[in-house]
């Protein structure tokens, strides 16, 4: 067979300034090479293919898009859908970048550094922190888009993101990158030296890198500078109902009521007019600094002809990261009653204050996060040509957080405490006669929370997260002699794993004391283990024959036994069958499983405030005698509360020690086809579905809500989760269970459980094409992704929700998120002489919302293109210039009425608009 063809169109993919297709040359050398290719752990030559998809990007990839992290390079692949944490999520994410392959959630995608684990992100188990990867270190990235548990183990339901490093780089580079935004801000910068050097017995590589992002604010865009809400035909400008002045609610009327500045009047809370407009004081772009050193090295230790050589490897890796997010100032969530007898109080009734403490500036959340990783072990070749190796594996992460502005609830409430709480008796001294209180404060008017009063009642939160893995692998690649009933002789693996993880937070003191709002004092952890065999089969069957010019078979297996969850049995097989020269199909059927994670199984109930769609925001408009109707009527819902329009229920997530593994089904189909009456084109379409049953999640504050206000008098199960604001230490409503005060749900249970079912489905396009065009060569490379189904039903009894070409709330992360139908990411490049030019087009298809309200009025996003250029000049031999704009046209993200912040979906969108970048690279 004449492979020279398929390994020139491979290659050809490979060198492509873009997504590759899915199949992956397997060395950049042109001397014949046998490597590990990711979904395997038996070595492969360059001219072969994987029968397993796979996507491949090189290094030069990376540099011209311009990203100095990987987080925005990795999340503009196809098939990655859903909600990812990366910059432009400032509410609830610690600095993480993570990947969702499927959109099935970062920890069913596994992200290994040269083939072994990353230290998960604290407790979220399974999680890895792309940010913690230096992008100067990447030679490639093979991303295996089908299920691999029978060869890695858990998490890698969704497929495997494989970051192979420059470990054979030799001589000195120093790369510096800047970017900033055309309204000046956002500014980025990359830094970094790599050094390597070989000798006869051995090779050596250093690496150090720096990064910074700068933040952007949300008031410095015209899409994000005040939250939106809907009135009618009407968008307006409006704003949270925790308010300055404060917005206050009569114990009895329950009215929503406000002391208006300018007249002093006490006048209907009217949110657009008097909401608090938090996006002013939210970054739209976090900003973070980076600082990784990275090594490699190995090193010839004995070679015994007659048994075996030993050769010594070891890999370190440092990252330290600090980064912020900012936040609008704390507000009195915790909803403090004011009495009668209080001076302030603007009406002869017991109130409960909503005040946001502007004063104070905001919510600062910091991260100084330092990461460790070592890895030492052994390999070599025995006289048989069977090689071995074994390590050890060592990660740490440890994150010292710090959250600055945060009320201290019993503090506050003695600011307003005028009567004795324990005999309602008028006290002589305000403050509950607390020695240390600065004075009686009065929320009902701007300014007033002096500097004695927030150095009184305002508290710093700095908790501590840690955790740790422990790694030891031995692995054996062989073959059976001269067994073969094709060409080549029969292969196989087999290799052991003991694995440890553990994790554990440390929390502050003062909320240990239960003196933070809406913060956990609990500390808490868990740790687990599991020994793993595996072994894997590759069996050539046929090639060259007159109709089958190649058939192999693939097969693995792996056991694992968990001291949490008990023992398990996987299973994959692989066909690869090629009729003739330039046709390939290909197909792999794996079974799968997740252990459930430590945050999974030992986080203790914690509160966390979810958006989510009220049913009875309006609900007099909605038709006479429906379900909804009669629901809100009987729970004493106003209509027209402001607060409904985008609200906010306070709930609480918790682990579950009962709970047991994921398990999953993955099946791939697909055709390769290279032509060979046209040289360097390629094609392929693979077809992928995955199920997973007894997935762990939560409900999601949405379907609960939902399914509750749309069943006959309260009667679905749904009903029974949402337990009310007491549970959550909220004031609670005078008509309804589930309400507090002010209208808003609150008091949801969203433990962890095995409930609920994934399934999707769809097809990964690819082509390539290089030609010589004039004097010089161009290249096209394109892949794209249609997601036929994204199936999930949060438990038997309910309803199946497909969000393929939708936008709703993720059900993995909860946060509200498009997963469009298509997907699309377009390369093409020209390079004559000294220079070489490339653009690459970015699609994001049409979405609507999962579940429209009535008067909702966006509930549909067009496509979303992207534009990106990029240019190179290399005359110098040791020199390269390079530059380019990312979102050249300046697209700005889509309204929608369903948003989680920002008035878009910014974990689908660009948010930042067009950038500018350049790089210099010194080689010597």
Same mark, same amino acid.
């Given at each position: 067979?004449?492979?020279?063809?398929?390994?020139?169109?491979?290659?050809?993919?490979?060198a492509?300034?873009?997504?590759?297709?899915?199949?992956?040359?397997?060395?950049?050398?042109?001397? &014949?090479?046998?490597?590990?290719?990711?979904?395997?752990?038996?070595?492969?030559?360059?001219?072969?293919?994987?029968?397993?998809?796979?996507?491949?990007?090189?290094?030069?990839?990376?540099?011209?898009?311009?990203?100095?992290?990987?987080?925005?390079?990795?999340?503009?692949?196809?098939?990655?859908?859903?909600?990812?944490?990366?910059?432009?999520?400032?509410?609830g994410?610690?600095?993480?970048?993570?990947?969702?392959?499927?959109?099935?959630?970062?920890?069913?995608?596994?992200?290994l550094?040269?083939?072994?684990r990353?230290?998960?992100?604290g407790?979220?188990?399974?999680?890895?922190d792309?940010?913690?990867?230096?992008?100067?270190?990447?030679?490639r990235?093979?991303?295996? +888009?089908?299920?691999?548990?029978?060869?890695?183990?858990?998490?890698?339901?969704?497929?495997?993101?494989?970051?192979?490093?420059?470990?054979?780089?030799e001589?000195?580079?120093?790369?510096a990158?800047?970017? $900033?935004? !055309?309204?000046?801000?956002?500014?980025?910068?990359?830094?970094?030296?790599?050094?390597?050097?070989?000798?006869?017995?051995? =090779?050596?590589?250093?690496?150090?890198?720096?990064?910074?992002?700068?933040?952007?604010?949300?008031?410095?865009? +015209?899409?994000?500078?005040?939250?939106?809400?809907?009135?009618?035909?009407?968008?307006?400008?409006?704003?949270?109902?925790?308010?300055?002045?404060?917005r206050?609610?009569?114990?009895v009327?329950?009215?929503?009521?406000?002391?208006?500045p300018?007249?002093?009047?006490?006048?209907d809370?009217?949110?657009a007019?008097?909401?608090?407009?938090?996006?002013?004081?939210?970054?739209?772009?976090?900003?973070?600094?980076?600082?990784t050193?990275?090594?490699?090295g190995?090193h010839?230790?004995?070679?015994?002809?007659?048994?075996?050589?030993?050769? *010594?490897?070891?890999?370190?890796?440092?990252? !330290?990261?600090?980064?912020?997010?900012?936040?609008a100032?704390e507000?009195?969530?915790?909803?403090?009653?004011?009495?009668?007898?209080?001076?302030?109080?603007?009406?002869?009734?017991?109130?409960?204050?909503?005040?946001?403490?502007?004063?104070?500036?905001?919510?600062?959340?910091?991260q100084?996060?330092?990461?460790?990783? *070592? &890895?030492?072990?052994?390999?070599?070749?025995?006289? !048989?040509?069977?090689?071995?190796?074994?390590?050890?594996?060592?990660?740490?992460?440890?994150?010292a957080? $710090?959250d600055?502005?945060?009320?201290n609830?019993?503090r506050?409430?003695?600011?307003?405490a005028?009567?004795?709480?324990?005999?309602?008796?008028?006290?002589q001294?305000?403050?509950?006669?607390?020695?240390?209180?600065?004075?009686?404060? !009065?929320?009902?008017?701007?300014?007033?929370?002096?500097?004695?009063?927030?150095?009184y009642?305002l508290?710093?939160?700095?908790? &501590?997260?840690?955790?740790?893995?422990?790694?030891?692998?031995?692995?054996?690649?062989?073959?059976?002699?001269?067994?073969?009933?094709?060409?080549?002789?029969?292969?196989?693996a087999?290799?052991?794993?003991h694995r440890?993880? +553990?994790?554990?937070?440390?929390?502050?003191?003062?909320?240990?004391?239960?003196?933070?709002?809406?913060?956990?004092?609990?500390?808490?952890?868990?740790?687990?283990?599991?020994?793993?065999?595996?072994?894997?089969?590759?069996?050539?069957l046929?090639?060259?024959?007159?109709?089958?010019?190649?058939?192999?078979?693939?097969?693995?297996?792996?056991?694992?036994d968990?001291?949490?969850?008990?023992?398990?049995?996987?299973?994959?097989?692989v066909?690869?069958?090629?009729?003739?020269?330039?046709?390939?199909?290909?197909?792999? @059927?794996?079974e *799968?499983?997740?252990?459930?994670?430590?945050?999974?199984?030992?986080?203790?109930?914690?509160?966390?405030?979810?958006?989510?769609?009220?049913?009875?925001?309006?609900?007099?408009?909605?038709?006479?005698?429906?379900?909804?109707?009669?629901?809100?009527?009987?729970?004493?819902?106003?209509?027209?509360?402001?607060?409904?329009?985008?609200?906010?229920?306070?709930?609480?997530?918790?682990?579950?020690?009962?709970?047991k593994?994921?398990?999953?089904?993955?099946?791939?189909?697909?055709i390769?086809?290279t032509?060979?009456?046209?040289?360097?084109l390629?094609?392929?379409?693979?077809?992928?579905?995955?199920?997973i049953?007894?997935?762990?999640?939560?409900?999601?504050?949405n379907?609960?809500?939902?399914n509750?206000?749309?069943?006959?008098?309260?009667?679905?199960?749904?009903?029974?989760?949402?337990?009310?604001?007491?549970?959550?230490?909220?004031?609670?409503s005078?008509?309804?269970?589930?309400?507090?005060?002010?209208?808003?749900?609150?008091?949801?249970?969203?433990?962890?459980?095995?409930?609920?079912?994934?399934e999707?489905? *769809?097809?990964?396009?690819g082509?390539?094409?290089?030609?010589?065009?004039?004097?010089?060569?161009?290249?096209?490379?394109?892949?794209?992704?249609?997601? =036929?189904?994204?199936?999930?039903?949060?438990?038997e009894?309910?309803?199946?929700?497909?969000?393929?070409?939708?936008?709703?709330?993720?059900?993995?992360?909860?946060?509200?998120?498009?997963?469009? =139908?298509?997907?699309?990411?377009?390369t093409?490049?020209?390079?004559?002489?000294?220079?070489?030019?490339?653009t690459?087009?970015?699609?994001?298809?049409?979405?609507?919302?999962?579940?429209?309200?009535?008067?909702?009025?966006?509930? =549909?996003?067009?496509?979303?293109?992207?534009?990106?250029?990029?240019?190179?000049?290399?005359?110098?031999?040791d020199?390269?210039?390079?530059?380019?704009?990312?979102?050249?046209?300046?697209?700005?993200?889509?309204?929608?009425?369903? @948003?989680?912040?920002?008035?878009?979906?910014?974990?689908?969108?660009?948010?930042?608009?067009?950038f500018?970048?350049?790089?210099?690279?010194?080689?010597?």
């Amino acid at each position: 067979m004449d492979r020279s063809r398929l390994s020139r169109a491979i290659k050809g993919a490979i060198a492509a300034t873009a997504v590759s297709t899915s199949f992956a040359t397997l060395s950049f050398a042109q001397e &014949v090479e046998e490597i590990v290719v990711t979904g395997t752990r038996i070595q492969r030559a360059t001219d072969a293919t994987s029968a397993t998809p796979i996507s491949v990007f090189d290094a030069a990839q990376l540099e011209n898009s311009g990203q100095t992290t990987l987080e925005d390079f990795v999340q503009d692949i196809p098939s990655m859908t859903g909600g990812q944490l990366g910059s432009s999520v400032n509410n609830g994410n610690p600095g993480l970048a993570t990947a969702s392959l499927r959109g099935l959630g970062s920890s069913r995608t596994l992200i290994l550094l040269n083939g072994r684990r990353l230290v998960s992100a604290g407790t979220t188990t399974g999680t890895v922190d792309l940010n913690i990867i230096p992008t100067t270190i990447v030679e490639r990235m093979e991303i295996l +888009k089908s299920g691999a548990s029978s060869i890695y183990g858990s998490d890698a339901i969704a497929g495997v993101i494989n970051i192979i490093s420059k470990q054979n780089f030799e001589g000195a580079e120093i790369t510096a990158n800047y970017g $900033i935004t !055309n309204e000046s801000d956002g500014e980025e910068y990359l830094a970094a030296m790599t050094f390597g050097a070989s000798s006869e017995s051995g =090779h050596v590589m250093l690496n150090w890198e720096y990064s910074r992002r700068d933040d952007i604010s949300q008031g410095d865009r +015209k899409f994000s500078d005040c939250p939106l809400f809907e009135s009618g035909d009407r968008v307006l400008c409006g704003g949270s109902g925790t308010s300055s002045p404060a917005r206050f609610t009569t114990a009895v009327t329950e009215r929503s009521l406000i002391v208006d500045p300018a007249s002093g009047q006490v006048v209907d809370f009217d949110t657009a007019l008097y909401g608090f407009n938090y996006a002013e004081v939210s970054y739209l772009i976090t900003p973070q600094e980076v600082v990784t050193f990275y090594g490699y090295g190995e090193h010839d230790l004995w070679n015994w002809e007659d048994f075996t050589s030993v050769q *010594g490897f070891s890999e370190i890796l440092f990252a !330290n990261r600090q980064s912020d997010q900012l936040l609008a100032p704390e507000g009195t969530f915790f909803g403090p009653s004011v009495s009668t007898d209080n001076p302030f109080n603007p009406v002869d009734e017991l109130v409960f204050v909503a005040r946001r403490l502007t004063e104070t500036g905001g919510r600062g959340f910091t991260q100084d996060l330092n990461t460790w990783r *070592g &890895v030492f072990g052994f390999k070599g070749e025995f006289a !048989n040509e069977w090689t071995w190796d074994m390590s050890y594996n060592y990660a740490r992460w440890v994150d010292a957080q $710090i959250d600055t502005g945060r009320a201290n609830q019993p503090r506050f409430e003695t600011l307003l405490a005028s009567v004795d709480p324990t005999t309602g008796e008028l006290l002589q001294t305000p403050c509950a006669d607390d020695p240390d209180c600065p004075g009686l404060w !009065n929320p009902f008017v701007e300014n007033s929370l002096t500097p004695e009063m927030q150095n009184y009642a305002l508290v710093t939160n700095s908790p &501590v997260e840690r955790s740790r893995l422990l790694s030891f692998q031995a692995n054996v690649v062989g073959d059976f002699c001269d067994f073969a009933i094709g060409a080549e002789p029969w292969q196989w693996a087999l290799g052991y794993e003991h694995r440890s993880e +553990k994790a554990e937070v440390v929390a502050d003191g003062a909320a240990s004391l239960g003196q933070i709002y809406f913060v956990s004092g609990e500390d808490w952890g868990g740790s687990y283990t599991v020994d793993e065999g595996y072994g894997e089969l590759v069996a050539p069957l046929m090639e060259g024959q007159p109709w089958a010019d190649l058939l192999s078979a693939e097969l693995s297996f792996r056991y694992s036994d968990y001291n949490t969850v008990g023992d398990d049995t996987v299973w994959g097989v692989v066909l690869d069958y090629a009729p003739i020269e330039q046709v390939r199909f290909r197909g792999t @059927y794996s079974e *799968g499983f997740r252990a459930p994670g430590i945050d999974d199984l030992f986080l203790p109930g914690t509160q966390s405030a979810e958006t989510y769609s009220d049913p009875c925001y309006q609900w007099d408009q909605l038709p006479s005698g429906s379900t909804v109707r009669a629901n809100c009527q009987a729970d004493g819902v106003n209509p027209n509360n402001g607060l409904l329009a985008s609200p906010q229920a306070t709930g609480l997530l918790g682990g579950n020690e009962d709970l047991k593994s994921e398990e999953s089904e993955n099946w791939t189909l697909g055709i390769v086809w290279t032509p060979t009456f046209i040289e360097d084109l390629s094609f392929t379409v693979d077809y992928f579905n995955i199920t997973i049953d007894d997935a762990i999640g939560t409900f999601t504050t949405n379907t609960l809500v939902s399914n509750c206000y749309n069943s006959v008098n309260f009667s679905s199960p749904a009903c029974d989760f949402i337990t009310g604001a007491g549970t959550v230490g909220l004031p609670a409503s005078s008509t309804s269970p589930r309400r507090q005060v002010n209208g808003t749900i609150a008091g949801q249970l969203l433990n962890a459980q095995n409930i609920a079912t994934f399934e999707t489905d *769809g097809v990964d396009l690819g082509a390539s094409y290089s030609m010589e065009l004039g004097p010089g060569t161009v290249t096209f490379d394109g892949t794209a992704t249609y997601l =036929h189904e994204w199936k999930y039903q949060a438990s038997e009894d309910e309803p199946v929700i497909d969000l393929a070409g939708h936008f709703g709330a993720d059900p993995v992360t909860t946060r509200i998120a498009a997963f469009p =139908h298509w997907k699309f990411y377009l390369t093409g490049g020209y390079e004559y002489d000294c220079w070489s030019a490339q653009t690459t087009v970015r699609m994001v298809g049409e979405v609507d919302d999962i579940d429209p309200g009535d008067t909702d009025l966006a509930t =549909h996003v067009d496509n979303t293109w992207y534009q990106d250029i990029n240019f190179n000049y290399f005359r110098w031999e040791d020199v390269t210039l390079s530059g380019g704009i990312r979102n050249m046209w300046n697209q700005q993200p889509p309204y929608v009425t369903n @948003y989680d912040d920002m008035n878009t979906l910014p974990l689908n969108y660009d948010t930042v608009g067009r950038f500018f970048y350049g790089r210099v690279t010194f080689k010597f």
